[in-house]
């Protein structure tokens, strides 16, 4: 089965930074465009990065644009986001999720939360 | 690309009909995928390609549209599809999603 496993989360200062790793089992993760979707409490889900297969292709949403660094190391079976100068609005539960037919994702992970906090 | 959902919130019956609408700011042909999330739960892919069934999704639902219009359609609404629904373009980056629609019980 495939999985999808998030850690990382936590309570963090703004400005502060934090890396979110996500473990992947179940499927030939180099194979397969990989990204993080990120919701808010009690809002909706908002896109954030994706990767491609190779790592070789990266987008990020306008709001984390030059702040959050998306990774991946598929030796690892690993998915990485590297977040920093973080605000009070990037508190959220991310999600890890496996892209399956171009930015369709087909599997998610449980979530990692994030709080952004002082 | 802004992708705009309606109505944000409805009520409905167990057995009844219901259709939400998704519509993009900008042509984005059939790249529209929607997402169940259940109270608590994680999202789960539903439909993709505007109207492709993903794995054992139940054939109540269904998809339609192409371009800046698309439709959602649950024909017979089950307890368990009490849920928040979200379209998402997967036409460019970045990958929007909707505001999502909130299906409560009558």
């Known amino acids: 089965d495939v999985q999808l496993v998030e850690s990382g989360g936590g309570l963090v200062q703004p400005g502060g930074s934090l890396r979110l790793s996500c473990a992947a089992s179940?499927?030939?993760?180099?194979?397969?465009?990989m990204g993080w979707v990120r919701q808010a409490p009690g809002k909706g889900l908002e896109w954030v990065s994706y990767i491609g297969s190779s790592g070789s292709n990266i987008y990020y949403a306008d709001s984390v644009k030059g702040r959050f660094t998306i990774s991946r190391d598929n030796a690892e079976n690993s998915l990485f986001l590297q977040m920093k100068s973080l605000r009070a609005e990037d508190t959220a539960v991310y999600y890890c999720?496996?892209?399956?037919?171009?930015?369709?994702?087909?599997?998610w992970g449980q979530g990692t939360l994030v709080t952004v906090s002082s | 690309i802004q992708m705009t959902q309606s109505p944000s919130s409805l009520s409905a019956s167990v057995g009844g009909r219901v259709t939400i609408t998704c519509r993009a700011s900008?042509?984005?042909?059939?790249?529209l995928n929607w997402y169940q999330q259940r109270p608590g739960k994680v999202p789960r892919l539903l439909i993709y390609?505007?109207?492709l069934h993903h794995n054992g999704v139940p054939s109540r639902f269904s998809g339609s549209g192409s371009g800046t219009e698309f439709t959602l359609t649950i024909s017979s609404l089950q307890p368990e599809d009490f849920a928040t629904y979200y379209c998402?373009?997967?036409?460019?980056?970045?990958?929007?999603f909707g505001g999502g629609t909130k299906v409560d019980i009558k």
């Open positions: 999720v496996r892209d399956s037919l171009g930015s369709v994702y087909d599997h």
């Open positions: 900008q042509s984005i042909g059939n790249y």
């Open positions: 998402q373009q997967s036409h460019s980056s970045p990958f929007t």
């Open positions: 179940g499927f030939t993760f180099s194979g397969y465009e």
């Open positions: 390609a505007a109207s």
